[in-house]
């Protein structure tokens, strides 16, 4: 298959995980499409993960000790570059729904300390003790269908305080998600519960003409 070809593909799955009619929908396409995540990533040129790894190295300081869940991790490409790029040595968690996506991770030399299969719901409750975690890295899972735009208060209760939440979303075209998402982020800042540090604009889809304008941020926990 051509370079064009995979692309139009990888659209063509994207459309279908994000914009079908429900969750329990996309996670069934993630089972087909978790053969072909990374090859298809990779071609349409998927920024998300780098972009966060670029943020963690500038604001973990610790990258001996601090203990990562990566959130909606996928085939594990985040906790991959921070493993071989950073040179990473704390503990990583993998955390998804999807279990086909996770065995994916599994495969990689990442050495996590816990692969958990969970689906994220409303409430964002996590199976993981609170204040437990350094830092959540989370790339690509806060869009429709995926992670419930209200789930981000329940799950930053996993972090310690002074722990960091560094993760993307798009800048366009979310529609009420969006919306809902950044209502709910400067609400937890009004509340004091979170305060954002740092972040950057980058262009999901780097090849397509089309690419979505997308931003990688950080916060700190409280
Ligand atoms: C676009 S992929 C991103 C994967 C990886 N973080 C990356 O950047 O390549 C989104 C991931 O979020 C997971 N996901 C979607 N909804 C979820 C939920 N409610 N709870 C946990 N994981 C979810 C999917 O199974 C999928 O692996």
């Known amino acids: 298959m051509s370079n064009q070809q995979l692309e139009e593909k990888c659209l063509e799955n ?12 996309s996670q069934n396409h993630y089972k087909v499409w978790s ?18 790894t670029n943020m963690f190295s500038k604001h973990v300081k610790d990258k001996i000790n601090s203990v990562v869940l990566d959130l909606g991790g996928g085939t594990g490409t985040s906790s991959l570059f921070i493993r071989n790029q950073l040179q990473f040595q ?8 999807n279990i086909e996506m996770l ?19 409303k409430s964002g409750e996590l199976p993981v003790r609170d204040e437990s975690y350094d830092v959540i890295i989370s790339t690509g899972a806060f869009v429709p269908n995926h992670i419930p735009a209200s789930a981000i208060q329940g799950m930053i209760k996993v972090l310690r305080p002074g722990g960091l939440i560094i ?14 998402f950044v209502q709910n982020i400067e609400r937890l800042c009004l509340e004091n519960k979170l305060e954002l540090l740092d972040h950057m604009e980058l262009r999901h889809f780097t090849i397509q003409e089309n690419s979505i304008k997308s931003g990688c941020f950080v916060y700190i926990c409280k």
Do not use: M, P
């Open 167 to 180: 993760f993307t979303r798009r800048l366009e075209g979310l529609g009420d998600y969006g919306e809902e």
């Open 103 to 121: 065995y994916k991770a599994s495969q990689k030399k990442i050495g996590f300390r816990n692969i958990i299969r969970h689906f994220v719901g």
């Open 35 to 52: 053969e072909q995540y990374d090859t298809e990533l990779a071609i349409i040129g998927g920024s998300g993960s780098q972009a966060a």
């Open 90 to 97: 704390g503990e990583i968690d993998i955390l998804d729904a």
């Open 14 to 25: 994207i459309k279908r995980v994000v914009w079908c009619k429900t969750a329990e929908e």
